[in-house]
C-alpha cells in the first residue's frame, strides 16, 4: 500500500463535467509513492440539490424528498423536488464516466452519512428525522440501497475503478451528544446511544461492501472523540480534520489505527507566500508531528489517506484556487508517501 490522496466532496463552478475533469487531471499528477484517489464531485453553486445533504437525500430509495419552508424535508410521494434530484444523480455519473473513461484504480465517492442526513431533514409532518428511530433506521437502509445502485451505475461504465464509499458525518458528534435543537429551537433533542449508532453504522458498513465497495470510511470532521464508535462499526477508515486533534483526540485516533482503521487526515488549506509559493511541507507536518507524537510506527503512513479541504465556492477565482490547493495537497501526500519510505 502507499499513502492516498482524494477530495471531500464539493468542488466550485457549475458544469459537473468541467469540474470532473479538472479533478481528475489534478489527482492523476499526484507524485510518486504517493496514489491519486478521484473523487465524485459536487457543485453546491448549481442549487439545493446539488448541496451535501440534497445530494444524499437524491440517492434514497423509495423515500422522496421536497424543499419545505425550513430546508429539506420527506415528503408524502415524488414531486418536482424530487426530479431534479434524481436528475442531478443522473448527470452526476454520466460527467463521471466522460472524465474518468478508462481510469483503473481508486475512486472515491463522498455521500452524506445517514445520522447527519437524518439529523438535517425534517419529517413531513414533525421535527427531525434523527428524533424518530424508526425514521433514522429506515433512511440507512434506503441509503445504503441507493448509495448501492449508485456504486453499480458507476462500475458498468467504469468496470476497472475500485470504489470507496466515503461517509460524512459532521453531526454525529451532536446526534451522540444530544445537543440538537428541537424545530421550535427551545428544547434538545434526545441522544441516540453510541452503542446504537455503531450498530446502525455496522449494518450500512456490511451493506455497501456487499454491494461493491472496496472500503467504507466513515469522516467525522471535528467529531475524533466517537473514533471507537466508527471502529465498532467495523469501518475501514476514519476520516477527520487533523487541525482539530489535540493530544488526547490523536491518542484515541491512534488507538483506532492500531486496530487497523485506517486514518483519512484531512488538511487545512495551504499558505502561499509570493516568494516561496505554497507552503508544502505545511500541509504534511501536521499529520506527520501527531503521528510521531503518539508513537505510531513511520511505516503505516503507508495505510494513510490525505483528503484535501474542502473548496471554497462563489468568488470569481475559486476554481483557480481549488486547483491550486489540490495540487499541493497532492504534493503533501508525496512527502509524507516518501516519510513512509524511510
Known sequence: MSVLVSGAGPWPGVAQLEAQSAVIGEIAGAPEP?????????????????SAVGAGLGLLVDMPAEIGPHGWRLADRPGHDAARLDSAR???????????????GPLAMPVCGPLTLAASTYLARGDRAVADRGAVTEIV??????????????????????????????????VVAGTLPTFSGYARLRAIPSAEVAELLGD?????????ARRVVVHLDAGAGLAEVVRRAGADGLGVRVSTL???????????????????????????SQCAGPDVRGVAEPVLAGWRRVGLPVAQLRELAVVAPAARTGAPDSVQRARATLA????????IAERAED
Open 90 to 104: 443522473r448527470e452526476t455519473v454520466e460527467a463521471l464516466a466522460v472524465a474518468a473513461h478508462g481510469w483503473s
Open 141 to 174: 437502509q434506503s441509503l445504503s440501497a441507493g448509495i448501492v445502485d449508485q456504486l453499480a451505475a458507476i462500475t458498468r461504465t467504469l468496470p476497472e475503478v475500485e470504489p470507496t464509499v466515503l461517509l460524512h458525518e459532521p453531526l454525529l458528534d451532536a
Open 328 to 335: 499541493t495537497v497532492t504534493r503533501a501526500a508525496g512527502l
Open 246 to 272: 489535540d493530544e488526547r483526540r490523536w491518542e484515541q485516533v491512534a488507538e483506532a489505527v492500531e486496530d487497523g482503521v485506517a486514518l483519512w487526515a484531512q488538511v487545512e488549506p495551504p499558505q502561499t
Open 204 to 212: 450500512m458498513v456490511r451493506t455497501l461492501r456487499a454491494g461493491g
Open 34 to 50: 504517493a496514489v491519486g484517489m478521484p473523487w465524485v464531485v459536487r457543485l453546491p453553486e448549481r442549487g439545493p440539490e446539488h
